[in-house]
């Protein structure tokens, strides 16, 4: 079911007004079961996944309360570990994996023929694991007690809002709050419903108009150069943000409505003024997970220099290959990591190096890798961006004309995008919504009615997923 959907605006107000009219007490009931329901309206099949790996983490953090030998506690997580990651590599991974021993072993004239598995990957799988795995450590580690209600953890796992691509919750933030008893206030749901409005903005208005172009250049790559892929790569930078923030936008915004506050995921990543910094504000979520998961066990900064930036560079490594089986998604990953390191060298004799354009166009390159269907194409991309440059007129034009872009199409896409980095920019220091809803009546409600009237005009209701969903 697509937060972009007819399905999707018929289910939200109808498990609203259940879950503001029922007692307290039976409120995360209401929630187990419309969170299933929504991740059963893919595939039915699949919910047996989610509901094993929620067991063997329920299990094991009741288990493990339950002894006080840290041998049989370590057993515990080492075996949940296998276990979920066990089944996430399975239905992600495993192909990648034999198609990479064939080519190894033909290296050596080991006659291997690839086989690849043919199963649809189920939706939302590298989110609710790692929420799962967060959830042991941190019961491991005695950071949290372990939930003995199944039924409430079930819940907590597969809260329909963010089940499917995130933000990423931490135990302590969302599941005290399932237990807590929640009282309806306007300004809260207000604030939601305007948090929502804006993430369908972003993905309607702009990631899916803009997603037209990059498909038409980067489906058929090895036909363009110059200007055309690199404004089709600038579009997919916009696409990706838009698509994927306005989610956690909709996410939040959609769990307010019930009372219910969900973490912070994307913070103006573009005006970063370095790489680091982009990753403080970009999927925060999921980069604040491998610190606190992968980056900190392996040593940290509590280790020399050197092994320190090993680790962010494995740490980076890790996290490109949690989006895909893919070694573009590698070649991601090693991009940031190894940026970073670079970053941190020469950001003390190179001030240049760390500005908003700089990091920007950093990472405007870096999603060429995150686009490209193979790591032939990346390149491919990379060698013909900058061909006939040396005329910058003639490869300005020429890239645009391959667009088939009309005026009104131009329009539809430069005006969202300069309210979308208005907005950003606003949020540097102060919350927009917050700022919007403080004017007078009359300037708020000119706002609404010209929001809603260019949102009517230039939406996209086709009803695409969003991107992060293969992940």
Not at 139 to 162: C, D, G, H, L, W
Not at 206 to 214: F, L, Q, W
Not at 271 to 277: D, R
Request: proline share 3%.
């Amino acid at each position: 079911m697509l937060f972009n959907s007819l399905a999707f605006a018929i289910f939200l107000p109808i498990v609203f007004i259940l879950y503001w009219a029922m007692p307290h007490k039976y409120r995360y009931i209401l929630l187990f079961i419309a969170s299933y329901y929504f991740y059963m309206s893919w595939n039915v099949k699949y919910v047996v996944l989610i509901l094993f790996t929620t067991f063997i983490s329920y299990a094991s953090g009741l288990l493990m309360q339950e002894t006080d030998f840290r041998k049989r506690k370590t057993l515990l997580l080492s075996f949940t570990l296998l276990t979920s990651l066990g089944v996430l590599f399975f239905f992600k991974y495993v192909n990648l994996f034999l198609g990479t021993l064939s080519v190894a072993c033909s290296k050596f004239s080991i006659p291997l023929h690839p086989v690849t598995l043919n199963f649809m990957l189920p939706v939302g799988i590298s989110f609710y694991t790692f929420q799962t795995l967060s959830y042991v450590i941190d019961v491991y580690k005695k950071k949290v007690k372990p939930e003995s209600n199944f039924i409430r953890y079930a819940a907590f796992i597969a809260f329909f809002p963010q089940l499917v691509a995130g933000p990423i919750e931490r135990t302590e933030n969302l599941l005290p709050q399932l237990k807590r008893e929640q009282f309806f206030t306007y300004e809260k749901a207000s604030y939601g419903l305007k948090l929502m409005a804006w993430g369908f903005f972003k993905k309607l208005v702009i990631a899916d108009t803009v997603g037209v172009y990059v498909e038409q250049i980067y489906s058929e790559s090895h036909y363009y150069n110059g200007f055309s892929l690199f404004l089709a790569t600038l579009f997919f930078t916009i696409q990706i943000y838009c698509d994927f923030s306005g989610y956690s936008d909709i996410a939040i915004g959609c769990s307010k409505l019930f009372g219910i506050d969900l973490m912070t995921n994307f913070k103006s990543p573009y005006f970063s003024k370095s790489l680091k910094e982009f990753w403080g504000r970009w999927h925060i979520s999921l980069s604040s997970w491998f610190r606190d998961y992968v980056y900190i066990p392996l040593g940290g900064n509590r280790v020399s220099n050197i092994k320190k930036q090993f680790n962010l560079t494995i740490t980076f490594l890790v996290s490109g290959l949690w989006h895909g089986a893919n070694y573009t998604f590698v070649l991601w990953g090693l991009f940031h990591g190894v940026g970073q390191v670079l970053e941190k060298a020469l950001g003390k004799w190179f001030s240049w190096f760390q500005n908003r354009v700089v990091t920007f166009l950093l990472v405007v390159l870096g999603w060429v890798f995150f686009r490209a269907d193979t790591v032939s194409e990346a390149f491919y991309v990379f060698r013909h961006m900058c061909s006939g440059i040396t005329s910058p007129v003639t490869y300005v034009l020429n890239g645009i004309r391959d667009f088939h872009m009309t005026g009104l199409d131009a329009f539809s896409v430069i005006v969202p995008v300069i309210v979308l980095f208005v907005y950003d920019y606003v949020a540097l220091k102060e919350d927009p919504i917050e700022k919007i809803s403080a004017l007078s009546k009359r300037k708020r409600w000119t706002l609404y009615y010209g929001f809603m009237l260019f949102f009517l005009l230039f939406a996209s209701f086709n009803a695409t997923e969003f991107v992060y969903f293969q992940f």
